[in-house]
């Protein structure tokens, strides 16, 4: 079984801070791993994915993430914060379900960022 | 292009009264999802689609149908509503199962209330 946890469903930063966003995930075979924004009433967008070609993944507006195999981690960062950053963050994991050719994507339960002037 | 299309936007049913959510994805998508959204649960997959005509369970079924006539429609069917199914509803499309490691496309959501 696969799953995610998102550590901190809040965090809160000064624009110009360093964002750093929790995420542990369980799988028992290498996973695939994503991480989408949401923001106010909108769906969801991917921010970036782990292919597998390399563990430090960069996406879109300045973001990037780091896959550490022994630590079960793929942390969202971005060094500098930006005002519109604000939204919510949902790391999600996608592992091939047994003798099967579909596997679901597993959410976490989503981080809140909050960006200070 | 319109990408992931939901109707509706909101809706408020009474205990009991039925509805269908339409998602249409004009991305010529094999794979469709339809998802809920609670606060802080993340986003759980009700029931998907691996193409024209067929429909399978995800991890919380109960109390919804859907049905894939056409390829790129996916309709949620709630049959008798219930208090507990007031929440954000959400459908994706992808041209690959998520499983390969492939982006989804995600509508705007619908907000369901029902009391």
């Known amino acids: 079984a696969q799953s995610v946890t998102q550590l901190g469903s809040h965090v809160s930063v000064s624009e110009g801070a360093l964002v750093l966003l929790r995420c542990n995930y369980s799988s028992s075979v290498p996973p695939y791993l994503f991480w989408y924004v949401q923001y106010p009433n909108q769906g969801l967008q991917l921010l970036l994915k782990y292919t597998s070609a390399a563990t430090l993944v960069k996406g879109i507006n300045g973001f990037e993430a780091e896959f550490k195999k022994s630590e079960t981690s793929f942390h969202l960062t971005k060094p500098s914060a930006h005002m519109s950053d604000a939204a919510e963050y949902f790391c999600a994991v996608s592992t091939p379900a047994g003798g099967t050719s579909y596997g679901k994507l597993t959410f976490g339960q989503g981080t809140i960022l909050t960006v200070h002037p | 292009n319109a990408g992931v299309t939901q109707t509706p936007k909101f809706r408020v049913l009474k205990t009991g009264q039925s509805m269908t959510l339409l998602c249409a994805q004009d991305m010529n998508h094999e794979y ?33 149908n859907v049905s894939r006539l056409k390829k790129q429609n996916f309709l949620l069917g709630l049959e008798s509503a ?28 619908t907000r369901l209330t029902v009391v």
């Open chain 2, 82 to 109: 219930a208090p507990s199914q007031t929440s954000v509803y959400f459908c994706a499309s992808s041209y690959l199962p998520q499983v390969m490691n492939t982006e989804a496309f995600f509508g705007q959501g």
């Open chain 2, 32 to 64: 469709m999802y339809w998802y809920r959204q609670d606060p802080g649960m993340g986003l759980r997959l009700i029931h998907y689609s691996v193409g024209e005509g067929t429909t399978a369970k995800g991890e919380v079924p109960d109390g919804y």
